[in-house]
C-alpha cells in the first residue's frame, strides 16, 4: 500500500504538465444485498469499480498481469476511476441493483504498470508507429520481430525518421509487443490487439508497413493506417537497393495520407440521417452516450421514436469511410442499406 500511495502522489505532481488523453470506458451491471439498501449501493459500487477496471485492464495488458492487479485493494482502485454514469438503478428494502458506465484514467493506468514493471518504458510518443513485416517471394512466410526482417533492420539502422512535421518510430521487440504481434496477424489487426498496442507504445497513429521482395530490383510495399484502405506501391530500381528507394515511397505516402486526413478533420462536415434498432430504451441512451464521447460526430438529432426504432440525424467532421471507420473501434457498424444509413 505504501508503494502505491508514493507512487500515486508522485503522479499527482507531474500530471498538470501533461494532457491526459486516454480515458477508457466500461459498462457493468451490478446487484448487491445488505443490511439496508445504503449499505448495498455502497457494496455494488465497490463491485462495479473493481469490475470495470478489471474489464479495461484486460483489454491492455497480458492475463497475468491482469492477475496482479486484481491484488489492489477497493480503495486503490477507486484513484482510477474518473467518472460514473449511472445509465439505471432501482432501490428495494436490502437491495440496490444498477446500470453504470465508468470511466477509467489510462494514463494513470499506464503509470502504473510501468512502476510496477507490468509494460516496458517506451520512448516518447510518436506521431507515426510503424510495424514492419516482411517477406520474401522465394521463401514462405512473413516475418515481424524474428531474425531476417531485413526491411525492420534497415528501418532502424535509419534511426529517428522526421518527415515535415510528422516523427516516425518503429515498433520496438518488448516482451509486451511480441505477446501481442505476429507477423502473420499485423495486416488484419484486430480491435483487441490494436488497444493494446496503442496504450502500451503510446502511439498517436499506427501504420502497418509490409514488404516483399520481387527480384533483385523490386520491392512491393503494403502500406496500411489501422481501420483504414491499404495502398500498394511497387518501387522498382535498375541499380542500388530497393529498399532505399521504399523507405522514401513510405514516408512520402503517410506524410500526404496524414495531411488529407488533417484536412477532412478541420474543413469538411458532412450530415447523414440514420436508424437504429432497439429492443430497450436503454440501448439508446448507450448508444447516444458512445457516439457523442466520438471528437468527429459534432451533433446528434434525435427525430422519431416508435416501434422500436429510433431516427436521428447525424453531423461529423471528416470523410464517411473515416467515421466507419472510429465507429468499428467502438464496436458498432455503419452500413447504407435500402436508401438509409443504418448502425448496428
Known sequence: MKKFVLFFVCV????????????????????????NSAVAKDEALKDAYRQAFLNVAERLTTKENVEKLKELSDEQILLFITETNVVAEKSAGNSYMADLNIKIDGDLLK????????????SAPADILLIPTYADMEYRGNVLFEDGNVWRDLLLSKGHIK????????????????AFLTA??????????????KFMNNAKNIWIAHAVRAGLNNVVLVLKPYGGEEK?????????????????????YIVYAMQQKDVDNSSFKSKINAVYTYQKLKDWLDLQKELNSVPQIKKIETGVMENGKVRFGLEFSGTLEMLQNVLKEKGFALKFENGVYVIQ
Open 12 to 35: 499527482l505532481l507531474t500530471v498538470f504538465d501533461v494532457k491526459a488523453e486516454v480515458s477508457f470506458d466500461a459498462g457493468v451491471s451490478v446487484e448487491k444485498e445488505a443490511e
Open 232 to 252: 500498394r506501391i511497387v518501387v522498382n530500381v535498375q541499380e542500388g537497393d530497393p529498399f532505399e528507394n521504399a523507405i522514401e515511397e513510405m514516408v512520402s
Open 111 to 122: 503509470q502504473y504498470m510501468l512502476e510496477n514493471e507490468m509494460i516496458e518504458v517506451v
Open 184 to 197: 502473420d496477424n499485423v495486416l488484419n489487426m484486430s480491435d483487441e490487439v490494436y488497444e493494446k498496442i
Open 163 to 178: 518527415a515535415g512535421q510528422l516523427n516516425f518510430e518503429v515498433i520496438e521487440n518488448t516482451p509486451s509487443n511480441s
